[in-house]
């Protein structure tokens, strides 16, 4: 993959996958709210850890170079 094809995927995740991902964690914090109750402080900061960056794991290896120079010039 090119340097320039991993730099547009990039922007694309960043500008529609991680809306849709913002929008898919709030909407499962909503769902455990309605289903069990307002979870209780000591598990809702670490739920809230975990959200924030999973969505960046699977991204790792894309987003790995991309501010540097295109290394093929």
Do not use: C
Not at 15 to 30: D, E, F, Q, R
Request: overall charge positive; cysteine-free.
């Amino acid at each position: 993959m090119t340097h320039r094809t991993r730099k547009r995927l990039a922007l694309v995740a960043l500008l529609v996958g991680l809306p849709v991902y913002v929008i898919l964690a709030v909407s499962l914090v909503n769902w455990l709210d309605r289903t069990f109750g307002r979870l209780p402080i000591w598990a809702e900061v670490p739920l809230y850890a975990i959200l924030a960056f999973a969505w960046a794991l699977p991204l790792k290896p894309l987003f790995r170079g991309i501010g540097q120079a295109d290394p093929d010039e």
